[in-house]
């Protein structure tokens, strides 16, 4: 069993559902599983407790989340160091063509250098 961070940040409530979806997979599976919407993480949550990161974010004006990049860039040591999947949902992601996948593979590009996510999805939602 590993204890997992599924940290999230939306607009309008999509990605929390992913995420919700993605937490009951995990608790499914055994894993002891921790939630949180990036515009409350809990004063005392210490991200280095957990075995693996999951990151999610949905795409506003071609750009992640606000708190969602602050939280890769001032927590990038230890993100690099853990396993971790970042999960993306936007508009492009859900139209199947060659340019739109390229808009959508190219906002996970803009993540604050050195955050390098071992697994990528894009959902399109
Ligand atoms: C104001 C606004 C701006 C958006 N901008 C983009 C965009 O630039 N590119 C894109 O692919 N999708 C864009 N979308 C689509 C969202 O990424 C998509 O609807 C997503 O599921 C929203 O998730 P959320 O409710 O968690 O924020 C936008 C949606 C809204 C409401």
């Not at 002891?32 to 075995?51: M, Q």
Request: proline share 5%; hydrophobic share 40%; no cysteine.
């Amino acid at each position: 069993m590993a204890s997992i961070l599924v940290l999230f940040g939306t607009g309008e409530g999509q990605t929390a559902k992913v995420a919700a979806r993605i937490e009951d997979t995990l608790l499914g599976r055994g894993h002891d599983v921790t939630t949180v919407d990036v515009e409350s993480l809990p004063a005392d949550l210490d991200i280095e407790t957990f075995d693996a990161i999951l990151v999610g974010s949905s795409i506003h004006i071609g750009k992640h989340h606000e708190a969602v990049r602050e939280f890769v860039d001032s927590n990038n040591e230890i993100l690099n160091v853990r396993p971790t999947g970042f999960f993306q949902l936007s508009l492009s992601s859900a139209v199947d063509e060659p340019e739109q996948q390229a808009e959508a593979a190219q906002y996970v590009g803009q993540l604050p250098r050195g955050q390098a996510p071992r697994l990528v999805s894009g959902l399109p939602l």
